[in-house]
T-cell receptor
Framework: DAKTTQPTSMDCAEGRAANLPCNHS???????VYWYRQIHSQGPQYIIH???NNETNEMASLIITEDRKSSTLILPHATLRDTAVYYC???????????FGTGTQLKVEL | NAGVTQTPKFRILKIGQSMTLQCTQD?????MYWYRQDPGMGLKLIYY???????DKGEVPNGYNVSRSTTEDFPLRLELAAPSQTSVYFC????????????FGDGTRLSIL
């Protein structure tokens, strides 16, 4: 699976959009980009995934660059409950090898 | 809708004791996983199973054993507890299809003293 690079931490004001970047310059053609988050040591929570097209669901949007070497997770209106560690994972499937790095600690503040 | 349920939530063991961490899911998922997470670190895969009767090692299997006799249950066994096994253990499951995401339980916090 391709290696990912994320900032260690980010801050966001409540109500504003949170944009979390992820670099995955060695991604291969059959690898997907997955995002999970972990709120205060709870179990990781799946957010969204995509291959090459932008994706949106009720939680977030995922923007993948045309060359697929980077992506951005967007939380459109961040709330205090979105404070968590966000993991960007690149893999051939949600299957047997999810490699969790140290992620980005997002802190949403008033 | 329970999802993935792990028991116990907390446990303290003495060195050399054994115990079983329980994991059950009610979503009829074929795939199940055990991870451990040390403080400040990401999750590491211990064992996984692609269906009843089939298990395989992950990244850090030493010191652990698993079994999968039913679709619902995937217990993790520690035979001789060591301080290095102090960690938070997460169980996850997913349905078939390569790109389906994993769904996680809330974890078991285990301390070995």
């Amino acid at each position: 699976d391709a290696k990912t690079t994320q900032p260690t931490s980010m801050d966001c004001a409540e109500g504003r959009a949170a944009n979390l970047p992820c670099n995955h310059s060695t991604i291969s053609g059959n690898e997907y980009v997955y995002w999970y988050r972990q709120i205060h040591s709870q179990g990781p929570q799946y957010i969204i995934h995509g291959l090459k097209n932008n994706e949106t669901n009720e939680m977030a949007s995922l923007i993948i660059t045309e060359d697929r070497k980077s992506s951005t997770l967007i939380l459109p209106h961040a709330t205090l409950r979105d404070t968590a560690v966000y993991y960007c994972i690149v893999t051939t499937g949600g299957g047997n090898k999810l490699t969790f790095g140290t992620g980005t600690q997002l802190k949403v503040e008033l | 809708n329970a999802g993935v349920t792990q028991t116990p939530k907390f446990r303290i063991l003495k060195i050399g004791q054994s115990m079983t961490l329980q994991c059950t899911q009610d979503m009829n998922h074929n795939y199940m996983y055990w991870y451990r997470q040390d403080p400040g670190m990401g999750l590491k895969l211990i064992y996984y199973s692609v269906g009843a009767g089939i298990t395989d090692k992950g990244e850090v299997p030493n010191g652990y054993n698993v079994s999968r006799s039913t679709t619902e249950d995937f217990p993790l066994r520690l035979e001789l507890a060591a301080p290095s096994q102090t960690s938070v253990y997460f169980c996850a499951s997913r349905t078939g299809g390569a790109i389906q995401p994993q769904h996680f339980g809330d974890g078991t916090r285990l301390s070995i003293l």
